[in-house]
């Protein structure tokens, strides 16, 4: 007996060296020699997360999924990236985890023991949360838990209940060559998992599920009715618009009246009459409600961006003080850019009501002469905004009324005189047709107008007592929501 206890502790001395040689050649080498060649109760898990599909704000979620996670004891969390990167590098991202052959590989390369994918459906106004837990041998399926998420609010607390709900599956996966079987309940949309056969049943599932999340705000529910199938396809949520992009024309019109103080050295006796009559151009308006998809206030809050450009020449005639006229033609300018801050609340079918806040150029320039070379304006632009279905989304009255409390006459104010103060005020009104499949269509007609009263003196001596400035524009624009 103390011939074997001798034995045995000599077997041990050269255990303890050769693992010593070993850390001072290679230290990563023997840390994960040492894992696999010693498993016991106390050793750690290393997980992933692979992927987090169904939600915005994927990363600040893998985060809290990842701190939750580390906080166990006897949990170790492997970068996500890392792992990406070498299934990118294999050319499997896109297989993950459905392919159990290419999970293998890729946890063989980066060294975990789980994987773990998360899929987050809306299920009314909750939300489900599927997690589902991977073991690095043959990529095969452990198990899965699924958390209802009351009113959809996913948070840190979501993660933590996600994390302790998947600990056994976790526990499993080290020192088991098959899962435990254990029953639970079975989530809407999956079939009994049996236990041979599993990666042709894993796939199968997957294709069921659709695990990778797409179209899940499309899935048809099919009702059969005597014996036909009806598909109902959820009808989209004007609330649930991400984006709305619209080109189409519009036609500019313009009445500019200008009134010179009698002192003036230039118009003493007048002023100057500028009538445009409806000209061609076109027109593209964006509006993007980025949190649309959100349940809190935010949902509503976006942005909106303008442009427009309208092709024209200007015929000026002057009448000189012997009453003898002078007609010149002029090339000519109208350029309009304008972004705006948004908040839009949504009614359902009863329609949206807004408000919006922003600045806006508006240029309108004449080649160089002697009289006149037109009027430029930087504003702020502030109002309110709806739209009103005719009981049907798809002809409605869609409107907008602001306010200009401020705008600026830049260099151009020299064509008035030294100074100026510019008050002015918008209005929209039109129609518009909203299509299931994303279309719009609308025409409208939008009225600006801008009043400045003006002093001091401008180029060559002039001197302007008031003007004012009226913009119309046509539009009729068609596009895309999404």
Request: aromatic share 10%; proline share 4%; hydrophobic share 35%.
């Amino acid at each position: 007996m103390t011939a074997f206890c001798s034995n045995l502790s000599l077997y041990r001395s050269v255990g303890q060296a050769l693992l010593a040689f070993c850390l001072v050649l290679d230290p990563s080498t023997a840390f994960s020699q040492s894992r696999s060649m010693a498993p016991g109760a106390d050793d750690p898990i290393y997980v992933v997360i692979g992927r987090i599909d169904g939600i915005s704000r994927i990363r600040r979620n893998q985060q809290r999924f990842e701190r939750a996670l580390s906080a166990q004891a006897g949990i170790r969390v492997t970068d996500s990236r890392k792992f990406n990167d070498e299934a990118q590098g294999l050319g499997v991202l896109d297989m993950l985890p459905e392919d159990a052959t290419s999970l293998e590989r890729v946890c063989e390369r980066v060294d975990i023991d789980a994987a773990v994918y998360v899929q987050v459906e809306p299920v009314g106004a909750d939300s489900r949360v599927t997690v589902t837990v991977y073991a690095a041998l043959e990529g095969r399926y452990v198990g899965e838990q699924v958390i209802r998420v009351p009113n959809g609010r996913i948070n840190t607390e979501v993660w933590q209940v996600a994390t302790e709900a998947i600990l056994p599956d976790l526990k499993r996966v080290l020192g088991q060559q098959q899962p435990a079987v254990i029953k639970r309940p079975i989530p809407m949309g999956r079939q009994p998992r049996a236990r041979f056969d599993r990666r042709d049943q894993q796939r199968s599932e997957t294709r069921t599920r659709n695990r990778r999340g797409r179209e899940l705000g499309r899935r048809i529910d099919e009702l059969p009715v005597d014996d036909a199938v009806i598909s109902n396809r959820p009808k989209p949520n004007s609330n649930q618009v991400i984006g709305d992009i619209r080109l189409g024309l519009m036609s500019l019109g313009r009445n500019f009246v200008y009134t010179a103080s009698p002192e003036s050295q230039v118009f003493n006796r007048g002023g100057i009459d500028y009538q445009l009559g409806l000209v061609p151009g076109f027109a593209v308006d964006a509006h993007f409600t980025p949190f649309s998809r959100r349940r809190n206030a935010t949902k509503g809050v976006g942005f909106r961006l303008l442009y427009e450009k309208a092709f024209f020449r200007t015929q000026q005639t002057v009448t000189q003080q012997d009453q003898s006229q002078t007609t010149t033609l002029l090339d000519s300018r109208h350029d309009h850019f304008a972004g705006y801050l948004t908040y839009t609340h949504s009614f359902g079918k009863k329609g949206e009501l807004g408000g919006y806040l922003g600045v806006g150029r508006l240029i309108f320039e004449l080649s160089q002469n002697q009289e006149y070379t037109g009027s430029s304006y930087t504003y702020m632009d502030t109002g309110l905004s709806g739209f009103v279905p005719f009981g049907t989304q798809l002809l409605g009255f869609s409107g907008r009324a602001g306010l200009i409390p401020y705008a600026s006459l830049g260099d151009t104010v020299q064509e008035l005189g030294g100074e100026a103060t510019v008050f002015g005020y918008r209005v929209y009104l039109g129609l518009e047709s909203r299509f299931d499949f994303g279309l719009t269509l609308s025409g409208g007609f939008e009225y600006t107008a801008f009043g400045s009263t003006v002093t001091g003196t401008g180029r060559d001596g002039r001197i302007g007592e008031s003007a004012d400035d009226h913009f119309m524009v046509l539009r009729f624009l068609g596009g895309y929501r999404f």
